[in-house]
C-alpha cells in the first residue's frame, strides 16, 4: 500500500519535499519522448492539441472576448448599441447594490470555504483514525452523498426546511428552543448565514472525502515516527496531517472560493436575494442585470469584474500551495 | 532549473489567452447587436386561410386557457392547429427578445412588458387590423397601456398587443370571520378598512394575508397608493412618459399606510418566507380576514371556501369616492417575424368576438373577455365570486378607474427594485417615503441607462 503510493508520487516531483521521489528517472524519460517529438516536427504536436484549442477557443476564449467587448457597451441584447467607454465598470464599483452582492459573496466564503475545509480536516482525520471497515466507508458514503445533489434541488430542499414550518424549527421547538423559531430564510441578519449553511453541508463531503485520499497519501512511517516521539493527536495534526494536506487543501480552498464568489443556484432557489438585497451576490445580479433588465453591456463589465476578483483572489493561493518551504 | 520552467509554463498560457483574446475581439467585428427591421409586406386580410397552418404560441406555465382556445378554435376552423410551448413567467419574460428576435419566432407570445421590444421593432404593428376589424368599438382604456409611441412611452400610439381577457384586482373577505368579528359590510373607505384590520389583530386573525418572498404583497402597496395617488400622474410614470415621477405626495402617503399597517402587525411575521401560492393557500384555509388579489384567484377562492367569501373593489380613502384598481391584459403580442401574420390576428380577433371563446376566458381565468362593450356577457354562475369579479370590472370601466400594475412600468423594476424594497417596507426596515424615493432612483438609472 505505502510502497505503491510512494510510487505514484514519485512520478510527480512534488515541491512540498514529502514524498522524496527520484528526479533523475522523471528528468529523463520526458525529454525521450521531447526528442521524438522534435523529430516529427512541431506540426504534430500542434495537430494533437488542435481539437482541444479549438474546443477551447470557441467555448471558453470566443464568448469570453464577446464578453469583454459587449462591457463597453449600452446595449439590450437584440438592438442597436452604443460605445460608453468604462462607464459600465464606473457603475459595478459605485453602485452600492452591486458593492453590497460582492460584500456578500466574500461573506459566503466562510460558509463555502472556512467551515466545509476545516470540519473536513476534522473528519477526515477521525476517519483515518478508524480502521478501515464497514462504518468508515458508510461514514464516507453519507458524507459525500450531499455533493450528488444539484445545488438547485439542495436550495430549494433547503428552503422547505428553513420555512416557518418546517424541519428545522420543528426540531428547535422539539427540544425546548421554541423560542428560537423564525422564517430563516426571510428574517433580516439570518438568511446570508443560512444560505451559506446550504453551501458547507453541501461542500463538507468533498472536503472530506479529498483529503481522505490525502491523508492515505502521508507515509504512514511520519505518523509512526511522531508517536515514538511521544507527540499527541494535536500535535500529529498540526506538524504531519496539515502540511502533507497542504496540495489538497490548496484545491479545495481554490474549488470553494470560486464556488463562494460565483454562487447562484443555491440563492436563486432559495431566497432570490431577499429579503431586501441581503443574500444578493454578483451571480444572481448578473443574471438579472442581463436578463430581465436586458442591459447585457452593464451585466458582462460586472461578470468581468467578477472574474477578475475571483482571480485575484485564487491565483495567490495557487502561489502559496506551490511554494516550499 | 525548477523555478525557470515554471515560469515560463506560468506565462504562455496567459500570453495565449491575451492573443487569443485579442484574436476574438477582432473576429467579432465592432458594435454588437444591429438593427432589426420588422417584416412587412404582408397583405392585411380579415379572411381566414383555406390553408394548413400551424400557429406557434409561446405561453407561461400555470396558464391553461391558450389550450383551451387554441382546442376551441380548431375545432371551428380544423385547418388551423396549434404548437403551445410553456415556460416559468420569469423565464419566458427573460427570454423573450432573443425568442422575438430568433430566425423562427413564436406567431404569438405572452409579453407582460413591452419594454425595448417595439424600438428593435420585432413587434408586428396591430393598427392595420384595428381598422379592419373595427376594434375602435373597444373600450381605449383597455387598449391604451398595449399601446406604444415612436418614443417608447406607453398608453399612446401604435398597438402592439391583445390581452386573452382582461384582468381586475380587489380584495377577497373571509366572511365566516367577518361574522365572527361583527363586521357586516366590506369597507367603504380606508379608515374603515384600518377599524375591521384592528378588529381582526384584536381578536388573534390574521388582518390581511399577504406574502413578499415573491414580491406579491405589491397588490396591497399599490392598492393602498391608488386611492392617494393622482391617478392620471401614477399612470404616466407607468407608461415612461419622459419626466414622470414615482415620488409623489399620493404614492408616499400610500407607501407610509404599508408602514402603519406593517408596524401594527396586520401582515403575517413571516411575510417575507411567505410566496404567492403559499399565501393563497393559506387564505383558502381560512387564514386571514383579507387578501389582496385578482380575478383568477376567485375561482379557487370559491372551491376552497364556498359561501364564506366576498370580493370587491379596494375601498377609496373617502367614502363615496371613486374607485382605483389594477387591471391589466393578460396581454400577448404577434411576433414581427411570424409568418402568419393574418392568421394569429384573426385569432385574435375571434378570442375577443366568438361567444364561445368568450365564455373560455371567463370560464377558465375568471377575467372578463374584454372587446366590444355591446356583446352579450359570457354566461356565470349567479352569486358567484366569477360573477363579482366580472361587475367589479365593468364598474371600474364605469368610474374610469383602472391602472396598470406598477411592477410592468419596465422589465427590471420589479425583481431589481419593487420586490426588494417592499420586503424592508412590509416589515418596517424602511418608511413609505425612503421606498418611494429608492423605487424611483432605480426607475431613473433604468430608464436612463
Redesign the interface.
Known sequence: MSARNRGVAGSTPT?GGVTGGSPVTSAVAPRRVARKATRRGPLAGWLMLAPAVAAY?FFV??P???G???SF???????????VGFQNYL?VFTDAEMLGSIRNAFVLIIFFTVIPVSVGLVLATLIRNIRAGVFSTVSQTILFLPQIIPLAAAGIAWSWMY??TGTVNQILSAIGLGDFT??W????GFALPAVGLIGSWVLTGLCTVLLLTGIGKIDPSLYEAIRLDGAGWFREFVTITIPGLRQQIAILVTLTVIAALSSFDIIYTS???????ET?VPGLSIF??G??????G?ASAFGIVLMVLVLLVVVPLQRLS?ESK | MATLRRARIGRTPVAAAALLAVAGLTLAGCAPGGTTGPADGVEVSTELTTEDVVLTIADETGFPVTDALAEEFTKQHPNVTFEVTRDTFQNLTANAPRLLASDNPPDLIRLPTIGDTVKDGLLANLDPYYDAYGWDAWPASQLAPLRMSEDGVRGSGSLYQLGLGYSVTGIYMNLAHAEELGIEAPPESIAELEEQMQLAKDAGITPIMAGDSDGVVNFVVQAAMNQYADKDEFLSWMFNEPGASYNTPGNVEGAELIKKWADAGYFPSDINAIDYFTFVTRFSEGDGLFTFNGNWAAQGYQDALGDDVTFFLAPPAEKGGDHVAMGAANSFSVAAGSDNLNEVVYFLNWIHTDPKARQIIVDVTGASPGGDPSLPLPEVEPGSLIERAIAMSAQIGAENGQVDFMANTTAGIYAGSIIPESQLLVTGQITGKEFVERVQAFYEQEIGG
Do not use: H, K, M
Open positions: 515541491p477557443g476564449i470566443y469570453f472576448a464577446l469583454a467587448q459587449y457597451y449600452d446595449w439590450n441584447g437584440v438592438g442597436a448599441s452604443t460605445w457603475r420555512a416557518q423564525r422564517p430564510l426571510a428574517e433580516y431566497t432570490r436575494g431577499g429579503p431586501g438585497r444578493l438579472r442585470i436578463f430581465t433588465q436586458s442591459d447585457v452593464l506551490r
